[in-house]
């Protein structure tokens, strides 16, 4: 179980700076594939090729697949070539598919060469599709049935056929161009009467197109509860399947990328622990540049109003503040739009419903806040002071929020990764509107 | 598919209008459920109701299971008595139960005695496991299966008890105390010769606890590839099964939860659309108010240095550039590590390694930003002034990666979600540490 997986980890740990190889086999041998990835992924390159080296068998096929893609293509690095060749004539096309992407250009040439015929045509329609497409992540070995099949001759045909499938627990029905006339699960095939027409079984197909965008064609098979879908090509015959194991690992993927864009950097190709420092800063520096050079805008707001807090120094004191409340408010905005949008709830034709919510809710949310930042700052700076405060936290909560909410949509109508206007970048932005807001209403309120 | 999306919502808003019920129905009959889910989601309660009223029957069902937890319930308030009684029966015991947990106390417990007798039965376990363990999600109608039986028998029993089973595609083998021994899938007992022996054919069984964090648990049976997993009490005993696509979608409200959490608002517990304006001011204004309460500790930080910043004012101007960039390199570091507890790549007693990362890390991006603050300032206000946002950059770069990643590791190691720790708080804590730093920096190389 879960709970014991640090131990487990800790003492794989000690057992390999020990060399100690008998008591290695034995923790992984006692440890589930599960188990077995998460510690290889804890490990740096060496030892998780020692490591994988002595996996039992039975066990090296099925931790290599659940492996970060980033970390398969180094692991071959530290295996012998013969063992690479095996390994990579045993994965399933897709997963080949993906590592082909990861290895340099050269080695994935000799090893798609070096592919059993049959292999290599499963892998090739694979490689045809673009990179991000759904027919890159879909498997090309599955059992298509034909409907003038019976229910019996149906299943003799999947026990036939069925041995090197990926999935015969959804099977495409098809007519003679290959074109996806319905779905029928195999637990139809075993419950329904063996006489019956598999067209009188066999229910409406929900396919996927193979050039869809990968994360759109995932989350309709997760969100729709399908175990799979048929992929089809431009003239809808099928040329794969997409289970939802591999859906849902796609869709783990893009959230870790909207995770990771959101807070301004990139995604990490492989798992935190085994990413040297420097790979990290590479992650984070570009953004973070970025938003420093923007940043600047700050710096140039300020100088203009330098002569304003030259007359009143206590406004500076409130400019961390209201910054800060801004960048809050527009990434709440932000992050619940973006969301909205990875789920579909909303699209990019919605985005005058969406701005015209946030107004509403910044609004809100700015009458809240600026009652009480008045009180307070009245109290403790006098009314005027206090009018300030309040008009520019109202003035700004509504700013931010509209912004925050409006530009993932307007991300989105460009057909960029609305993530890109991450927290911090709406953050900064903020930061320069706030403090236009401020010292305009200060100028104005405080007669300077 | 997707693609349709908009006309088909835009249709139905406009068949909803003029209340063409007529051209509902063919809408709706020509869209699968997965879509008219999506156009569910954002009309409004009312509306909802009169197209739910109007799905085909067979439609029906599928389309409530798919429907947005927050928002079942709300629909039953729109239905008939003998409708929400039909649907109640019908539904499977893990979505009843969730349903339960929305309903007001009342309605549900009438419901749940207006059940028969074995949908009652199905239902009970569930209840019984805390909300938040993965018992509330199992499935209690599953069949297992007993060692002794030959592959052909295990056909038999499955075809005699699969119809009214959740899943069938993977199968318990018990013993007679019902404890898992092993698990077949549905494929080895079409595919393995009929006179085999279960106990041959079975594998290993990975199975969860039903007290187990839902999520862990979710997470365990989509990072392994499982079809399904046995949920197992505490003396070993299965009492459901967790299918992928359950778990999938429990991880898909974990990312949303975490996802509003680290823009510092909390969930939305129904599509984006449908939430009226104040329960999304709601969702937000006690973070943003905790936020800007917290954000007062920097209107004192600034109010001890105003004597520095009516000497030299042009240290105000560095102000909003100093907090965003510690806010931002503790949001980078927060939301890596916050996701790297989520995917199980750190836990907490990893606390020091990962401190020890982002210190590096934080140092390597703070001696870059230094040495360009440094010439920039240099450029325009002097060497000495160069210095301060230099060294003060190097500081706090360090010090914000090192918080931002360390403070997801306490919370989880204190139990709490680590996302608690949002981007805003950090930034917020971020700020007031950069002006003490900027401030103590300035007063020393400038001699104030």
Known sequence: MDDDFPQFSAALSDALKDRDLARISELLGDHDAGDIVRALEREDAADRAVLYRLLRREHALEVFELLEPGLRAELFAGLRD?????????????????LVDEL????A?????????????????????????????????????????TVGDALTHVQLRGPGAETVYMLPVTDPERRVVGVVGLRELVMEP????LAEVMTEAQVVRAVDPAEQAARRVVDGQLLAAPVVDSEDRVVGILTIDDAARILEDAEDEDAAR??????????????????IVRARVVWLLVLAVSALLTVQVLGIFEDAIEQVVTLALFV????????NTGSQAATTVTRALALGEVTSRDVLVVAWREVRVGATLGALLGALGFVLA????????????????????????????????LARAVRADPAVFSTPFI????DATSLVVYFVVATWLLGL
Request: glycine content about 14%; overall charge negative.
């Open 378 to 409: 009245t109290l403790a700076f006098g009314i005027d002071f206090g009018g300030v405060i309040g008009i520019t936290l109202v003035v700004v909560c509504t700013i931010a929020a509209t912004v925050g909410g409006a530009m993932p949509m």
């Open 82 to 98: 013969e063992e690479v060749a095996r390994l990579f004539e045993q994965l399933d096309p897709d997963d080949r598919a993906q």
């Open 109 to 149: 040439k000799d090893l798609m060469s070096g592919l059993s015929a049959s292999e290599r045509e499963l892998t090739a329609p694979i490689l045809g599709y673009p990179r991000g497409a759904i027919g890159r992540h879909m498997s090309t070995e599955f059992v298509r049935l034909q409907p003038q099949l």
């Open 427 to 430: 953050s900064t932005f903020c």
């Open 104 to 107: 340099p250009a050269g080695v």
């Open 320 to 327: 961390p503040l209201l910054t800060g409340t801004a960048g």
């Open 194 to 197: 063996g006489d019956l027409g």
């Open 262 to 279: 959101q807070g301004a950097s990139e995604p990490l190709r492989r798992p935190y622990l085994t990413t040297p420092v420097f790979g």
